[in-house]
């Protein structure tokens, strides 16, 4: 299939925490670089710098992949194969605001793009856009494959399901990126001590099963030669709870992961995947208890830092645009990554399993068929199969329906233009305590995000 020529485009190319990876992947594969990759984004000047660069990595590897690009989608769209939603405009300011007054009611948030009033009101925000974007794919591309990549993933890629149904859709997050989330679990259980003993042999012989809902996920099997290690890898965590952060990361998001999921394994018998979200999903950290917890509250979102992370990753631009920093180095500072690693495997015919936020389909036996969750999956151009999982325990279950009934109430809330179910929506949700404290929320964020929030929800019938 290397005879094949995709074209992606990628809406929302100046979030640098996709377009930089996208950018290497598509010149490393040999099934993408014969195609084209068109990079959209309303700001003019951070499209231009991408596609500058994008030019120059070509120009440097000497491969024949085409780069298009242009501040209005619809320039771009003809005869696509996939089209990659990435954007979020402005998003440390108002994932900051959302955090921020949600800490006035009592409300910590760590991440605030998912659950909780931040995840509501992101959806709020980048929803209806991306509805938008998929009326212009209907029109002009309708074959295409759409890849949701902007959170709140679960409530995005419902809307484009249930709303959008003659598209071919599926939603994504960065978290489960395979092999490399087996092989960390690997290392978790002792099977290897290092990244470079992980073998096809030792892959096949170690059998796990995730699943759950976006950020809400579980590793619900670890077995190795048939022996369980799920024990082995929440002692890792156990051992490593004093100093370990994700990634090096010490926002936030990474405070604290080893130690709460070891104590939700304690206490669930299972162990969190993506604990940096999954501690934000439930109340435990939120401060409310009468007694002292040996974990502490949840630290809040740290908006001037990620404020300056974001500067750094455009300096990093800026650098090798500039000549600072070689071209010939930008295939050794990025990696692979999730959504175009899933497209290469799609076009090449690979036959690799992916993690795939997408309807259940039978593979959790005791969840409904249409629950939206993020599961291993055959990918291929004919479309997506979960693979099967087996039953989601007690517990762990039900939590899981009340995060997917505030993430369907809120794509409902969003696609309606309803005020009753944005305020059922809040209501629904795990981590709001109060009547009279979410309908202030509600006012106070309308109030606040009205350049990015649709007009009518200000019109006098919602008052």
């Not at 960390?184 to 259980?189: H, L, S, T």
């Not at 709870?241 to 709460?260: C, M, P, R, S």
């Not at 151009?381 to 517990?395: A, F, N, S, T």
């Given at each position: 299939m290397t005879s094949y020529k995709p074209k992606v485009v990628v809406i929302g190319a100046g979030s640098l925490f996709f377009g930089r990876q996208?950018?290497?992947?598509?010149?490393?594969?040999?099934?993408?670089?014969k195609g084209t990759l068109a990079l959209v984004d309303t700001n003019e000047e951070r499209l231009n710098k991408l596609m500058k660069l994008a030019r120059m990595v070509v120009k440097e590897n000497k491969v024949d992949l085409k780069i298009e690009g242009s501040v209005d989608r619809r320039k771009v769209l003809k005869d696509a194969d996939f089209v990659v939603l990435s954007f979020a405009e402005d998003t440390v300011k108002y994932r900051g605001i959302d955090c921020a007054v949600s800490e006035k009611y009592g409300i910590r948030m760590c991440s605030g793009d998912t659950i909780g009033p931040g995840g509501i009101f992101r959806a709020m925000r980048e929803l209806p856009v991306i509805m938008d974007c998929a009326r212009d794919i209907e029109a002009i591309c309708p074959e295409a494959w759409v890849i949701n990549y902007i959170n709140p993933s679960t409530v995005h890629g419902i809307a484009l399901k249930r709303y959008a149904p003659n598209l071919k859709s599926f939603a994504l997050c960065d978290s489960h990126h395979m092999p490399h989330k087996k092989i960390?679990?690997?290392?978790?259980?002792g099977i290897i001590q290092d990244i470079s003993e992980y073998t096809e042999e030792i892959d096949s012989k170690f059998d796990i099963r995730i699943a759950g809902v976006n950020h809400f996920t579980w590793l619900l099997k670890a077995a190795y030669e048939g022996m369980n290690v799920l024990p082995s890898i929440a002692n890792s965590m156990k051992r490593s709870?004093?100093?370990?952060?994700?990634?090096?990361?010490?926002?936030?998001?990474?405070?604290?992961?080893?130690?709460?999921s070891y104590q939700l394994y304690d206490i669930f018998g299972y162990v969190p995947t993506c604990t940096a979200h999954t501690k934000e999903y439930v109340p435990y950290w939120q401060g409310l208890g009468k007694l002292k917890d040996a974990i502490p509250p949840l630290s809040i979102w740290e908006t001037?830092?990620?404020?300056?992370?974001?500067?750094?990753?455009?300096?990093?631009?800026?650098?090798?645009?500039?000549?600072?920093?070689?071209?010939?180095?930008?295939?050794?500072?990025?990696?692979?990554?999730?959504?175009?690693?899933?497209?290469?495997?799609?076009?090449?015919g690979l036959g690799k399993p992916f993690y795939i936020n997408t309807f259940n389909e039978g593979a959790v036996t005791n969840m409904n068929n249409d629950a939206?969750?993020?599961?291993?999956?055959?990918?291929?151009?004919?479309?997506?199969?979960?693979?099967?999982?087996?039953?989601?325990?007690?517990?762990?279950?039900?939590?899981q329906e009340l995060v997917l009934d505030t993430h369907e109430l809120t794509a409902e809330a969003v696609i309606e233009g309803s005020r009753e179910k944005l305020r059922r929506a809040m209501l629904t949700d795990p981590l709001v305590n109060s009547i009279a404290d979410a309908d202030q929320m509600i006012n106070e964020l309308l109030e606040l995000e009205k350049e990015m929030i649709p007009e009518h929800w200000y019109s006098k019938s919602f008052a």
């Open positions: 996208a950018i290497w992947q598509m010149v490393h594969s040999e099934y993408l670089n960390i679990y690997a290392k978790r259980a709870a004093e100093t370990e952060t994700v990634g090096g990361d010490t926002g936030a998001k990474a405070l604290f992961n080893d130690a709460i001037e830092d990620r404020y300056q992370r974001h500067a750094d990753m455009w300096r990093q631009v800026d650098s090798f645009l500039s000549g600072e920093t070689p071209i010939n180095e930008y295939m050794t500072s990025f990696a692979p990554d999730h959504a175009t690693d899933i497209i290469e495997n799609m076009v090449g939206f969750l993020e599961l291993l999956c055959e990918v291929t151009m004919d479309g997506v199969k979960p693979l099967p999982v087996g039953e989601m325990p007690r517990g762990i279950r039900g939590m």
